[in-house]
């Protein structure tokens, strides 16, 4: 790239930086310390607000440009990320968001461990959010790294590894000062950046084919080099019996992974009641809505304007398919337009890896300091201490992501990604809604859910195609690979509710009739809510 676009780019995004940092600060001179300011923004948000927030926390790196990228790749068999991220929330606005909302202060555990025996279950499920937040923060490193790594032309791989330091310092800074009110407004501002370039991508796309949607189709069709077999069926999933079950188990791990995820479900605390919370999942259902259909058009935009070969040279992942199309679509590399339009999409990308990163950090470093730490400490652990504790434990979360981003970074964004719902879908879910609809759940079935769902997940990739035994894992020269799958949530979801199950069964504890029917009545109608 030339200098014009390094410097436009670099000076868009030290401008996001600038504001967000100025939020951060006013956000930390105005709070008063508490673990509900720090964890729930003092539950002061609107419906409109949590729903703006929510978008800005779901619509990741890996949707911008792994989700595009995947498409102007594989055509039709990329969509299955468009579909798979958007149906999910239908899972949450049915199931989760209210009786979450009424049952839990600030985490997962809240929920889990109302009805049971507190220290097991906290440390159970904190340890599995901690793992899945840390999955999804490496998927926003790799963004970060490609995007650099294009921007520069590719020709400083110091740049791209100090680029991934840096997101990882300022995510810090974001958690350790603003807590989730610095948090929240950061990912407003970005859902409303990412929107907004969304709707101009694609408003330019459709211009350039004079709003013919089957031009479109056809052109990228053509340009694919694979014919209409680009906008048919398995062309990455549909090879043998192998990559179709792989599309079954990652479009499993998409639905069911969102209603799992540690930093989607805090997300419900911040507003004031659980109506509120439901309104919330509606906005947000709309804004994703929308900015998944323009995904479609930018995927395939990307496939027939800039071509797959180009896409591919530039990053094999497919993750810098929108700005090499931003940068087509402004007029070409030497021109005015194109180096403005590249400038603005590499900087919205900048700013939807910082406050996607920064509510992930939330999340998982609340993890740590409200169920990890506070079960180990439970009779000595209050509430600033165990604030002091999220803090210190979002710079060691921030140096696992930077270290894991690292070294995963020629993986495709969105792919790692559906791994983290994967291990969410796994391990999160079944424990959840068996605590919420199971009258003779008990503590053992509780932590067998867990550990079932978790420990076969992770299990899983590390013996699968991810890791080892072909030319795109993470030790290409290295093969123990013997789980055939790429993504492991066929088998170790169904082995989530099993373990879950199985436990339960199996114990001696006697269930709490009457601690399930309070739960009951709590989700319900949201009597004795916090």
Known sequence: MTGNHQTLALLLFSAFVAVTLGITTWVSRNRHGSAEEFYAGGRLFSPMENGFAISGDYMSAASFLGVTGLISLY????????????????????????????????????????????????????????????????????????????????????????????????????????????????????????????IAL????????????????????????????????????????????????????????????????SRFYTVPTARAARRSVVWSIGLIGGFYLMTIVLGFGAAAIVGPEAVRGANAAGNTAVPLLALDLGGGANSAGGTVLFAVVAAIAFATILAVVAGITLASSASVAHDLYASVRRRHAKPRSEVAVARTAA???????????????????????????????????????????????????????????????????LLSPVVSGSPDSLFPSVDFQYFPLQNPGLVSIPLGFLAGWLGTVTSAEPPDEAKHAETEVRSLTGAGAV
């Not at 590719?154 to 991934?164: D, K, L």
């Not at 209409?228 to 639905?255: C, N």
């Not at 270290?403 to 990604?417: C, I, K, M, Q, Y």
């Not at 053992?444 to 079932?452: E, F, L, Q, T």
């Open 75 to 198: 055509g039709y068999d990329g969509l299955l990320y468009v579909v798979g991220f958007l149906v999910a929330w239908l899972v949450v606005l049915f199931l989760v968001a209210e009786l979450v909302r009424n049952c839990g202060r600030f985490t997962l555990a809240d929920v889990v461990a109302a009805r049971m025996n507190e220290r097991p279950v906290r440390i159970a499920a904190g340890t599995s959010s901690v793992t899945v937040s840390v999955l999804y923060l490496v998927a926003q490193m790799v963004g970060a790294g490609s995007l650099v790594a294009l921007l520069l032309g590719g020709s400083s791989e110091a740049a791209r590894n100090w680029t991934v330091v840096g997101v990882g310092a300022l995510m810090v800074i974001y958690v350790s000062l603003g807590g989730m009110r610095a948090t929240t407004w950061i990912q407003i501002v970005k859902a409303v950046l990412l929107l907004s370039g969304s």
């Open 202 to 265: 694609t408003v330019l796309v459709l211009v350039r084919f004079h709003g013919d949607v089957n031009e479109l189709l056809r052109s990228a069709a053509e340009r694919s080099g694979h014919g209409d077999a680009f906008l048919a069926p398995g062309l990455k999933y549909g090879g043998d019996w192998t990559a179709r079950f792989d599309f079954i188990s990652l479009g499993l791990a998409l639905v069911l992974g969102t209603a799992g995820l540690p930093h989607i479900l």
């Open 395 to 461: 710079v060691g979360i921030g140096v696992v992501a930077i270290a894991l981003g690292l070294l995963a970074r020629d993986l495709n964004v969105a792919f790692l990604v559906g791994l983290a719902f994967a291990v969410a879908a796994s391990a999160n879910l079944p424990v959840l809604l068996y605590s919420l609809f199971w009258r003779s759940f008990t503590t053992r079935g509780a932590v067998w859910a867990v550990y079932g769902g978790l420990v076969p997940a992770l299990l899983l990739v």
